[in-house]
């Protein structure tokens, strides 16, 4: 039989966190089966293998901006379905 390391997990990582925030990823990390200890985890060896983070971080320019702000101010179009999303914007 081959013997297999056991890893020890021993270092702490400690964050503060909006409480709310917390809670509504969580739910995520149930429905995946995962700890948040696991989560953690499985985004730090994600780090490990990009070298970097494992997703591209960008700043939203100022025509994405203005979107942004017209959305959460009640403006724009909203569509009664798909077909009709896709009717508009001529697909």
Do not use: C
């Not at 013997?3 to 966190?17: D, E, G, P």
């Amino acid at each position: 039989m081959a013997k297999t390391a056991t890893k020890i997990k021993s270092a702490m990582v400690r964050a503060r966190i909006e409480p709310e925030l917390k809670t509504r990823v969580e739910k995520y990390f149930d429905i995946l089966g995962l700890s948040t200890t696991q989560a953690i985890t499985l985004f730090f060896k994600q780090v490990e293998l990009h070298h970097g983070l494992p997703f591209e971080i960008n700043i939203p320019n100022a025509e994405t901006m203005a979107a942004i702000k017209e959305i959460e101010d009640g403006g724009g179009r909203q569509f009664e379905n798909a077909e009709e999303l896709f009717t508009h914007l001529g697909i």
